[in-house]
């Protein structure tokens, strides 16, 4: 029990053995030794016995990179010739398939055709909801 106490200012000798942790050190030392030699020999196994085959060439799989984004400079100007190209193509005669004989014709002779063949027309007052009539 007189080993339990101990005096002030000295220090525990039971504890750490270095003979335990020289030799633990020298055994990490050669086992990393082994493994380095064992990897260099499998290294040197595998390059002699498992040929590649030629090199890859370094152009094989190039991709080009993708077109960066097409920004509207002017994006008020180019919706305003969208929309006049639009509204020139409704106000126009003009071919669609001119080997198959399909037309364009303007909008407004459009619909006065479409009336005078007799086709339905929406009337102008729309119909009243059900239940607000009185």
Known sequence: ????HHAPGRHELTDASISGLVKFGIGLFLLIVAVL????????????TQQLGPPASPFAEIQTAPRGPVLQV??????????????DKLDSYGWVDQKAGIVRIPIDRAMDLLV?????VRNSNPPKPAGKQK
């Open 116 to 120: 005078k063949s007799g086709q339905p």
């Open 1 to 4: 029990m007189a080993s339990e």
């Open 74 to 87: 002017h994006p008020a100007v180019e919706l305003r010739d969208l929309r006049q190209g639009e509204k």
């Open 37 to 48: 030699v064992g990897m260099r020999w499998m290294f040197n196994y595998f390059s002699a």
